[in-house]
Each structure stands twice: as structure tokens, then as C-alpha cells.
């Protein structure tokens, strides 16, 4: 497998001189060269695989004072010496930036602006971390500019990689996109590659946990996750597969490529197993301690290199030598494939050091290894390693290293994942609860698997403590029910999340991007950096702090951008837009939330099966208020065995148009539930039609509130290939005001205080016929803490469009809890 390269510019777009080079990439991307020996580079680098672009048009002026290369979005001076602040320099339009401070090679941000504007990138490791950690840089910046240095990278030489020339040597990008981030993104993607698509299973739950199992009590746990029908898809097993701790073994034995009989002792089985149980597997090598004399493949590998075995000598790990590198892949490698692996985790953890300076033995790993994968052309590739920096996005999916037990972890998580989307690296996979250390808090686990459900990849994972280990059962009862409720959800999710895999690997849209992505005019965008957009679709405010003792409520404080309105998934409850708020949940909740005109495909089974595979029926869920569309896209080859649906790649569309309050649901060949969510009520003039035809049969109507995403549901059974379905709810159909009073009244009962707390809360709701505003005035007037009138508070403001004394009055005369 190769994946495609141009990194020679378009000649028409160069700037040469005797010792500096400029290349106008696009009218707001530029590279910059200097070599003290003239010698520039077109191979193509780790960062930059791509260089040849249509030439945009700009404007140069040369003369003995200097150069001047003018776009319509930046204007660079540059003095025709070595690169230097004072010499090297660019304004931006002043449309870009309100800063106005030019860009300066080799200048830092904070000591020109006062303060860094760049927004952050990713860090090679979360190992060890406890809470923040650096996270670099990225390509964007509120200063309008941001700049990447490619000096030192490897580079690409036919198929293999080779160091930089020594000398004087400066190779860089400036990227001027002001604060359209998305763009700047996107040009990113252009000259270092997309992110390509995963396979659909990864998308699904990881099992791992860094343990010595027998293989018989690992397919044990298999079938005890199946027979609590939690979902899996990817079973990890860590460095314990192979021989560690045997006499033979000469060193530490992180190092192995040669399967434990004592615990693996039918390794061909274990894969079978694992297969019929539509799981697939990946196993973890440290490879930095070469091959030595006990293993099962040295000798052939000895021979493939030529290595003398007289004495029992180790080959060495080399990832700089071409011939190493083919016998590593093509020997060991895939002879432990055809036994039992489906793809490696690569768990490099020596840093950037070979033999050649400048060749990084993870990103030797990540590439080869990558593109090993996919030798066959049919193979969707997959690696799962570590970042090795910008151009890693090629090489999904990233391991962020062992974390700490704690709720700092937690806290900072949901950030580090949203800012690595500014180096364009989006697969971020996070060991869900923890590596080491902390303390034993099921609450911790709960609240971290809840983020995981909405995080690019889920894998729990633990060390092998006896009292640390991720199986949901483990966790006292309240939080074994969350845990395995959310990983249902998970794999019910996953013809949404697989849909934006390809969307967003074509599109060059990472599935979590920052708020300030898509509001980057507005301050409180930057203001919460724990909150993101998952999918393009949903708003995730994760709740990373402990319950309150007395409410029992998980309390996040977020920011409701401006425009419609939104709708959280699980509570149903609406929220004005354009505001902070602070959401109240219970432990089975979580804040996600969809704007007014949102569809989001997900399996219909309250139970989905292993390994993601393409679903049996649909269910939509619809939110809504505005105009709206998704795009479910399946591969069929990822059907199950036996299954008799259509062949090759399949898209359906649904659509919803608000003014006439019809859903339109394209093509569905299977049984599709259609929730209207927030609609509490069944309209009077609601019809349903299969090919233009009204449908009475095969059809089940009804209002669900007491579960999750509660609404209107549509239950139509009915399924051939080709059908197209519509729903006339009426015209300019709304959501449901929420009564909020069942809520509160739910919400107050478990509050762990004094009863007259309560009577006092419970009285100023529903005593006095006073409008919102003054109610929420005579709760504050109380004296108690926030935390006892803040969920109250949240139910009354959410909506403005509830008016209290009519839903007083509704509940006097014993009306539904919505209205």
C-alpha cells in the first residue's frame, strides 16, 4: 500500500534566491526556506506530503532592498538575509485580526501580543499525567496567524525515509487564516494528508486492561459482557500475550513476539473465538528490545538479515535500516497475524532517538506499520500508537499513554481532545477510567464512561490491580446500570458516528472540534474549553466534578451559543440560546444537546449486538424547529454473516421541512422508528405514507416519556429496498414546552436536607402566582447555597416560552407533566 504524494510545487508559485526560498502555497499559506548552502527540499516530509497547488495570484516585488510577496490576505516583507524578526515579517488584512500586530519569524506570540494566541495542538502523551499538561501548538491563533516549523522532520525517499541534510536549515508554513479556523484546518489537511476513514468496528466499545488472562478466561469475560448485553467490538490484549516473565527470556520483558503457551496455549483458537463473537483484535508490542535467540522467529528473521546465530546474538531493533524494517513487517510480524491479530498496538515509548538523526522510531512505526496494514488493498488499515506530531492524523488512532485515576484527569480530558483537532489529530483514544494510581471512586468511572460514549474513540482500559479493573459489574449497582447504559448507547450510536467518519475524512472535519471553531467572534467560546461540538451535530458540556452530597446532582456551568434553541437528548427539556447556564444532572444523565433542526440516525436495538456491525432497523432522532438533514452512509462489508441485504457501498437521506412539518425518509430498505423528540403530543392531522401511498398498517404511534430521548414515536415495521417514507406532522410544527414541575418535584425528593428546606423550595414553585422572574427572586432571597436553588432555577429559566401560573394551573387540574 502507498498513499499519495506530490510535495513538488507548482514551479509558477516558487520564489527562489541564493539562500532563501519561498513557496505561495495558497493566498493565505506560505513556506519559507533558508539554507546556508542553497540547497532547498522538495521530498516530501512527515508534516508536508503535499506541496503542488493551483498557483493563487499574488503580487512580488524584488529589488536589492528586499522582497515583498503580496496576497489579498497577507503582505510579506522579508530583507534577503537569514531569517530573523527584524528581517522576515507579514501583516495580515485587517479583516483577519483584530490584533493588529504583524507576524515575526522566530518571535513567540507572548513576548509580541502580551499573552501566546495560539490555541493549543496535542502532546505526544498523557503517561503519568494528572490533570493539564502542555499541549504545544497548533495552526491556528486569535492573533489571525500561526506558524509550523518543519525543520527537523524525516523525510520521504522513495519507499523508505531518510534525515535532513546537516547545515543551516529552516523550513516553515505560515498559515494567515485569521479566525476562519476551519479553513485553516482544511488547508492543513491539503499539504499533510486527511485523516483517512476508520473501520466501522473501531467506532465501537474496547475492551482492554493490562493483565496476565488466560485465554480460556478471556473469552469468559467475553461472553459475561454479551450475556449483560453490553456491546464490544475490539478486544486489546496487553504485552501479556507473549513471554515476559519465562526463565527464557533475557531482559525486562516488555519485548516479545513469541505467545505465553502457559496462558495462550491455542492462540489459533483464540482468534476463532473471538471472530464468531464478532470481535476484533489487537495486541500490543514494545518493540524496542529487538529480537533475541528465545523467540520463535529468530531464526528466520536471523536469516532474512543476514545475522550471525552462533552465538545467540539479539538483532537489535534498527527502524533505520530498510532491510530491518521489511523483515520486522514481513516476518514477525505477519506471521503473528495469521495466528491471531487483526491490527498492532504500537506502544513506542523510548522517545524521538535512531541511529540516523532526525528519524523518529515512532513515526518509522506509525507509517509503516500503517500502510503494512492495508498491503491488500481491501483491508481498511488501522494502527493504534502513539502521536509523533503534525502529518499523525495519516495514522489513526492515537493512544494517549496512562493516565491517573483522579477527577483532574477527567477534567482536563474533554480540552486535550478538542484542541488536538487544531493540529488537525482527531482520533484521539483515552484509557476511559484511568490507568494507575488514584482511588477507588465509581462515580469517577460513571462520569468518565459517560464522556467516552462522546469521545472519538471508547476503550476502557486499567492496570492489573485487583481493584481497579473496568468491567461495569465490578462498580456498585447504581453505576454498574450507567456504565452499561452507556456503552448500549454507544454501539446505538454508531451509524451516526460512522457517517461522520467518511463525512468528515472527505470533508476535512475532525468528529470533536472546539466551540471557537464555529463562533470564533465570540468570547465565551474561548471561555470553555472543556466544551465542544461532537459530529457537527451535538453540544457536549461533560460533567467532570463530583455529585453534590445534599442534590446529587452533577453540575456543569456552559454556553448556549447564539440562534435557535436547543434540546437535551436526555432529558428533553429545551434551552433558550445565546447564554451561560449551569446544567443539573442526575447520575444516569448527561448534558448533550441538539439545536432545533437536527436528525441523528442511531440502531434501534436497546441492545446492539458486537462489533458494530450494519443495523437491523433505524431510529431517528429528530429535534425540530428548523429545516434539517442527515446522511447515513453503511459499507457492506460490514454485514453480518448471513445477511441477504444489497451489496457495496449504501446512503440514505431524511429530511425534515419545517414550514410543512414533513420528514422524508429516502431509499430505507429496513424498519425504521422515526422520535420526534420533545413533541408531547400526537398531532391531529398526522399522516404517514410509504411511496406516496397512506399507511394505517405496520405503524405504532405513540408517546414515550419515561426513557431516554423521550418525544413522539413513529414505529414503522414495514421494510423493502427502495421505499421512501414521509411523516406530515402540519405545518411549522413545534417543540413541547416543557412543564417543569415533575421534574422539580422529582429532582427535590432526593435532596438530602431538611425537610423545611424542601416545603420552603416546593412552596415558592407552586404557592404563588407569580410570574418566572419573581419566583426565581424569592428563591434566591432564601439564603441557601446555589447548589440547592441552582437545578430548581435551571427547570424555570430553561424555556421562555413557559408561563408559570398556566403550568401551575395545568397541574392543579391534573394535567400531563408537559405541556
Known amino acids: 500500500m502507498t498513499f499519495p504524494i506530490h510535495p513538488v510545487a507548482n514551479s509558477q508559485a516558487v520564489l527562489p534566491g541564493s539562500k532563501y526560498r519561498f513557496t505561495v502555497l495558497t493566498d ?8 546556508s548552502d542553497g540547497c532547498f527540499e522538495d521530498r516530501a516530509s512527515t508534516f508536508a506530503i503535499n506541496r503542488h497547488f493551483p498557483t493563487p495570484q ?133 499539504v499533510s494528508g486527511k485523516q483517512p476513514v476508520l473501520p466501522r468496528y473501531a467506532l465501537g466499545n474496547w475492551w482492554s486492561r493490562y493483565y496476565p488472562y488466560h485465554q480460556d478466561g478471556y473469552i469468559q469475560l467475553m461472553d459475561d459482557f454479551r450475556a449483560r448485553d453490553i456491546p464490544l467490538s475490539v478486544a486489546v490484549v496487553d504485552m501479556d500475550w507473549h513471554l515476559v516473565k519465562d526463565p527464557s527470556v533475557p531482559h525486562a520483558g516488555w519485548t516479545g513476539y513469541t505467545w505465553d503457551r502457559k496462558l495462550f496455549p491455542n492462540p489459533e483458537q483464540f482468534r476463532r473465538d473471538l471472530h464468531e463473537r464478532h470481535l476484533k483484535i489487537t495486541l500490543n508490542d514494545h518493540p524496542h528490545n529487538g529480537i533475541h535467540s528465545h523467540e520463535d522467529a529468530y531464526e528466520e528473521m536471523a536469516e532474512a538479515l543476514d545475522h550471525d546465530t552462533s552465538e545467540k546474538r539479539p538483532i537489535m531493533f534498527d527502524p533505520s535500516n530498510r532491510k530491518f524494517m521489511k523483515a520486522y513487517l514481513e516476518i514477525l510480524h505477519r ?41 491488500d488493498g481491501n483491508t481498511t488499515p488501522l494502527i493504534f500508537s502513539r502521536y509523533a506530531g503534525p502529518g499523525s492524523q495519516r495514522y489513526p488512532i492515537g493512544f494517549s499513554g496512562d493516565t491517573v485515576v483522579t477527577w483532574d484527569s477527567l477534567a482536563f ?22 490507568h494507575i494510581f488514584g482511588v477507588r471512586d465509581d462515580e469517577l468511572v460513571a462520569r468518565w464512561v459517560q464522556l467516552g460514549v462522546f469521545s472519538p474513540i471508547f476503550r476502557l482500559h486499567s492496570s492489573d490491580s485487583k481493584w481497579n479493573s473496568k468491567e461495569p459489574w465490578m462498580y456498585r449497582s447504581e453505576y454498574c446500570e450507567v456504565m452499561s447504559n452507556f456503552m448500549k448507547l454507544r454501539h446505538r450510536l454508531v451509524p451516526f458516528l460512522y457517517t461522520c467518519n467518511v463525512v468528515g475524512s472527505v470533508e476535512y472535519e475532525p468528529l470533536v472540534q472546539p466551540m471557537y471553531w464555529m463562533y470564533p467572534e465570540s468570547d465565551q467560546a474561548y471561555a470553555f474549553p472543556n466544551q465542544y461540538i461532537f459530529g457537527s451535530k451535538l453540544l457536549i458540556a461533560p460533567i467532570v466534578e463530583p455529585r ?38 442526575t447520575l444516569e444523565e448527561y448534558p448533550v444537546l441538539a439545536r432545533e433542526g437536527t436528525i441523528i440516525p442511531m440502531d434501534a436495538s436497546p441492545a446492539p449486538g458486537n462489533g458494530c456491525l450494519n443495523v437491523d432497523a433505524f431510529e431517528f432522532v429528530v429535534v425540530i424547529g428548523n429545516d434539517a438533514e ?41 424498519p425504521s422508528k422515526f422520535r420526534f423528540l420533545s413533541l408531547t403530543s400526537v398531532p391531529d392531522d398526522l399522516k404517514i405514507y410509504c411511496d406516496g401511498i397512506e399507511q394505517t398498517d405496520e405503524i405504532k404511534v405513540a408517546i414515550e416519556e419515561d426513557c431516554q430521548a423521550p418525544g413522539l414515536v413513529i414505529d414503522c415495521s414495514f421494510s423493502q429496498v427502495g421505499h421512501c417514507i414521509t411523516i406530515e406532522l402540519g405545518p411549522d410544527p413545534q417543540l413541547s414546552v416543557m412543564n417543569p414541575m415533575h421534574r422539580l418535584e422529582t429532582l427535590i425528593m432526593d435532596y438530602q436536607c431538611e425537610f423545611e428546606v424542601k416545603d420552603q423550595l416546593w412552596k415558592v414553585v407552586t404557592d404563588h402566582m407569580k410570574p418566572v422572574n419573581a419566583v426565581i427572586g424569592t428563591l434566591l432571597s432564601l439564603g441557601y447555597d446555589l447548589s440547592i436553588v441552582g437545578p430548581v432555577s435551571e427547570q424555570l429559566l430553561a424555556d421562555s416560552r413557559l408561563c408559570l401560573p398556566f403550568v401551575r394551573r395545568t397541574l392543579a387540574e391534573g394535567s400531563a407533566t408537559r405541556v
Not at 28 to 35: F, N
Request: charged share 25%; net charge negative.
Open 413 to 434: 480530558q474533554p480540552e486535550f481532545t478538542a484542541t488536538a483537532s487544531n493540529i488537525g489529530y482527531g482520533w484521539w483514544s483515552h484509557d476511559i477510567g484511568g
Open 28 to 35: 493565505r499559506l506560505i513556506r519559507y526556506e533558508w539554507a
Open 630 to 670: 442527515a446522511t447515513i452512509l453503511e459499507d457492506a462489508g460490514d454485514e453480518a454473516p448471513n445477511s441477504t441485504s444489497g451489496k457495496g457501498q449504501r446512503k440514505y437521506v431524511v429530511q425534515f421541512n419545517q414550514a410543512e412539518g414533513k420528514l422524508t425518509a429516502h431509499s430505507v430498505d429496513r
Open 58 to 190: 499574488f503580487l512580488v516585488i524584488d529589488n536589492d532592498d528586499g522582497l515583498e510577496i503580496i496576497t489579498d490576505h497577507f503582505h510579506l516583507c522579508y530583507d534577503k538575509q537569514r531569517f530573523s524578526p527584524a528581517g522576515l515579517n507579514a501583516h495580515l488584512s485587517f479583516q483577519h485580526t483584530n490584533w493588529g500586530a504583524p507576524w515575526r519569524y522566530g518571535l513567540d506570540e507572548k513576548l509580541n501580543l502580551g499573552g501566546s494566541l495560539n490555541l493549543g495542538g496535542t502532546a505526544r502523551t498523557l503517561d503519568l499525567c494528572n490533570g493539564r499538561c502542555d499541549m504545544g501548538e497548533g495552526v491556528i491563533s486569535k492573533a489571525g496567524y500561526a506558524a509550523l516549523d518543519d525543520s527537523t522532520s524525516m523525510l520521504f525517499d522513495g519507499d523508505f525515509v531518510v534525515g535532513r541534510k546537516p547545515g543551516d536549515r529552516i523550513d516553515g508554513y505560515l498559515f494567515c487564516y485569521g479566525h476562519d479556523y476551519k479553513a485553516a484546518i482544511k488547508a492543513f489537511y491539503s
Open 335 to 375: 506471521n503473528l497475524e495469521k495466528t491471531a491479530c487483526d491490527f498492532w498496538w504500537i506502544d513506542w515509548q523510548q522517545g524521538p532517538y535512531s541511529k540516523v538523526p532526525g528519524l523518529d522510531p515512532l513515526w518509522l512505526l506509525n507509517h509503516f506499520h500503517y500502510l503494512d496494514h492495508g498491503r
Open 548 to 585: 453534590d452530597k445534599t442534590t446529587n446532582l452533577g453540575a456543569v456551568k456552559a454556553w448556549l451559543p447564539p440562534g435557535s434553541r436547543f434540546t437535551d437528548i436526555f432529558t428533553g427539556q429545551s434551552y433558550d440560546a445565546d447564554r451561560e447556564i449551569t446544567f443539573y444532572r
